[in-house]
DNA sequence: ACCTGAACACCGTTCAAGT
DNA sequence: ACCTGAACACCGTTCAAGT
């Protein structure tokens, strides 16, 4: 076939500046050089754009951040408001998690920017599946918020797991605090956790059983 | 009694630095200033030192963040391992809570630095008092895991509640993600619960409520 | 040996000057 | 009217020079 793919430019070079396409960078390279590696020189340098033509469609760089997370949560399989609720939003939940945890240098700015568009979406989305499902607007906002929050602080931890290498810095840290030689009972299973979080599923559940109650 | 109270500087100006009195200038000056208030060279100012001296309590500003942020959890008050687990993980999670939400500028950083000595030590008492009331190390971590996750993600949704006078932006914003000017049944639901996310209670409710039915 | 502060290599953003 | 890029007012941190 001679014709292009998708959004490639016409000529050689890309194609005048948009907001989505200085999101799309923006998002490769922090994948490609972690959050310290985006500033506005070099996504202008990636976008092959004077410095200060991505002013023109993007605020400042709070403005670009909060349009990265947004974009974060685009394009998830939709809910079927006449389904099960509880698969749905298991898979919704796994889903996102799934999403932030691939960008993990993003999360520090997710943390300054969770309520976003999208984000509005998804929670109207999951709201209107719990009411269909028999709770009460006020109920189901509140489980899904419930949801959501438990998500994004998983995934916060889970991206903050120090590399094994401080195991047993972080332990002898721990024993300083404590002041004391004499290692509490479980600090090793708390090491543990902290640093392979559970089962994500475990939290999950634990949330599922509680909805599922009040739908009894 | 004539001795002088435990760190007080023996004349009228500050005592030499050292790491705690660098940490507690620093949350003073968030406190006022915000995070981006907080410069290396503005700390220093604050402690009345030159720029570069700070360095020599602290590798660099993210080992500062990190101190910041362990601080935050400590002088909590004490687990009584034999005493009921549940008033006292509900009791433990609302402080934890109140003690990030006191401090909202520090949620960024408290994102990419969760896993410090105090939130061990936090841990290891937590999975001591569920392990004696029944559960196994691995479900007590986990179960510990997930109110803290929950706690975490609240407190950063609940700080980035967008000023009310936002709604309306938020509104449309997410009008022109769906591509439509009909908007769905709960979207106002779902503003509601991202500008004042649910009860606190009511997702903590649901976790206890899960881990009670794990004892029985 | 310890401490200082000038200097480096950046950064986000403004704004005057160009087209 | 739109776009550019030099310049501003910072920043975290290095390091040579002082005590």
Redesign the interface.
Known sequence: MSMSTGSKPRRGRPPRLSRERIVEAALALVDRAGIDGLTMRALARELDADPMAVYRHVRDKDDLLGAMCDQLL?ELPPIDPDGDWEPQVRRLAREIRERFAARPAL?????????T?????L??????LL?RAGMS??????????V???????A??E????PPADHDA??A??L???ETDDP????D??????NS???FD??L???L???R?RLR
């Not at 999360?107 to 309520?115: G, I, N, Y």
């Not at 991206?159 to 120090?162: L, V, W």
């Open positions: 685009v999360l520090p700015a997710l943390a300054s920017a969770p309520v568009p999208m984000s509005l979406v929670a109207s989305d999951a709201v209107t009411v607007p006020h109920e189901a906002a509140g489980g899904f918020g419930a959501f929050s438990y998500v994004l602080g998983f916060v931890v991206a903050a797991i120090p972080l332990r840290s721990a300083r605090h404590l509490p009972p479980h600090l299973a708390a090491i543990e956790l902290m979080p559970g089962d475990l939290g559940d634990l949330l059983a509680g909805l109650a």
